[in-house]
């Protein structure tokens, strides 16, 4: 079956620091790669989003990079704030699997960043 | 910006009682779904619902979970006989094409608390 494997957290850092937070999947179809952000007391937030393999998805200075050699869909930002402080979660959709393309997360990774 | 709303924000309920869980998903969509996070843990399928009728659903979805779109606008999640472990974070999402753009929006959740 699917599945996705985040690294752990908590991940501290300085802001203005190099962020990278690894994920790497499982999939027995063709899938789409998202990362979903999670701000304290909220919901779920679509981040970015790749649908095949070597596209790089971005936002708000976000990217990650669908690499299907690696099996990896890693996150990176050059300069993170203070603002971004949450959990961050890898998650993909198996377009040929059927059903209603379900989400397949992982565990989160949660972000610190201190000034 | 259209949104996934859901009430309550926070349902405590006692073992055994029936509780129901609602969302309104964003008006245009076609796809809806439920997630569910334990504390600490990762977010989990639940079900998919799409026509009128469930599209796909997990083996957590067992006798116990059912799901209705009552009218044009609501979708809920209703739990029979609760268990304390049924305790976690409930989300909705809607997705607004059959196929082709895999995007769900979420909502900001539903805190079930069993005791």
């Known amino acids: 079956g699917n599945s996705v494997t985040q690294m752990e957290g908590p991940v501290t850092l300085s802001e203005e620091a190099f962020l990278t937070i690894n994920c790497t999947y499982t999939?027995?179809?063709?899938?789409?790669l998202f990362w979903y952000v999670q701000y304290p007391g909220e919901g779920l937030q679509l981040l970015l989003k790749?649908?095949?393999?070597?596209d790089k998805g971005s936002n708000k200075g976000f990217e990650a990079t669908y690499r299907k050699e690696t099996t990896s869909f890693h996150l990176e930002k050059g300069s993170v704030q203070v603002s971004d402080s949450a959990v961050y979660f890898c998650?993909?959709?198996?377009?040929?699997?059927?059903?209603?393309?379900?989400?397949?997360f992982g565990t989160g990774t949660q972000l610190k960043v201190e000034l | 910006e259209p949104e996934v709303t859901q009430t309550p924000s926070h349902q405590v309920t006692q073992m055994g009682q029936e509780v129901i869980l609602r969302c309104v998903p964003i008006?245009?969509?076609?796809?809806f779904y439920w997630y569910r996070q334990i504390l600490g843990q990762k977010v989990e399928f639940l079900v998919s619902?799409?026509?009128?009728?469930?599209?796909?659903k997990s083996e957590i979805f067992d006798d116990q979970f059912s799901v209705e779109r009552p009218d044009g606008s609501n979708f809920t999640l209703k739990i029979r006989s609760t268990k304390l472990e049924d305790s976690a974070m409930y989300f909705c999402?809607?997705?607004?094409?059959?196929?082709?753009?895999?995007?769900?929006?979420f909502g900001p959740g539903t805190r079930l608390t069993v005791t």
């Open positions: 999402a809607s997705r607004r094409l059959a196929g082709g753009n895999y995007e769900q929006y």
């Open positions: 999939a027995t179809g063709y899938p789409s």
């Open positions: 790749a649908t095949k393999a070597d």
């Open positions: 998650a993909l959709s198996d377009r040929f699997t059927g059903g209603g393309n379900k989400l397949t």
């Open positions: 008006s245009n969509h076609l796809y």
């Open positions: 619902f799409y026509n009128n009728e469930i599209s796909e």
